[in-house]
């Protein structure tokens, strides 16, 4: 999964429905349409699109996407999609998370709660005191007040350099899923 956008024909519906945004001078511009395509690893093929105009957020998408996921999917994206609420939320459906862990969240590893090798380890995520405004309040309340989420690290060539790339998952078991 990942968020995307394009520019419109510029006519009064799109402008309308899919506003410019608004460092664009009024009549100088496109509309820009925002959209979350789901695509399939395993064909290459699209199975689901969400859109929604540009101001919408990948997780505000995601998240009206939730019941497209079939128990047994894995969800691969993204730093936007290594978040709390994406972890907590979608396993109880049977879709697993790998995501880039969030620039933000600082992990140390000797803080970890178990160790499964070098740079491998599982950590337990509280829910934040602050209610996702994604979710319904309803929703939020149904969150677990926190989970367990396994962090790995490694180096990878990325455009021909060297870098730190952190994963998060839901994908526990290093004997199922070995680093």
């Not at 309040?137 to 990878?156: D, K, S």
Request: one cysteine or more.
């Amino acid at each position: 999964v990942d968020g995307s956008t394009s520019q419109m024909a510029d006519t009064p519906v799109n402008q309308q429905r899919f506003p410019q945004p608004s460092s664009q001078k009024p009549g100088c511009g496109f509309p820009l349409l925002k959209f979350l395509p789901l695509f399939s690893l395993s064909s290459g093929a699209i199975s689901a699109v969400v859109i929604s105009d540009y101001k919408s957020h990948d997780l505000r998408l995601l998240h009206q996407a939730w019941d497209l996921f079939d128990p047994g999917d894995v969800l691969l994206g993204d730093r936007a999609f290594g978040d709390y609420v994406t972890l907590a939320a979608l396993p109880p459906r049977g879709v697993d998370v790998i995501a880039r862990l969030p620039g933000a969240r600082k992990v140390h590893f000797g803080k970890a709660v178990k160790r499964l090798g070098r740079d491998d380890a599982l950590f337990e995520w509280k829910k934040g005191a602050q209610p996702s405004d994604l979710l319904s309040p309803e929703e939020w309340e149904a969150l677990p007040g926190q989970i367990t989420v396994r962090i790995l690290r490694f180096t990878a060539v990325i455009r021909g350099r060297r870098q730190r790339v952190v994963l998060v998952t839901t994908l526990l078991d290093p004997l199922l899923y070995p680093a």
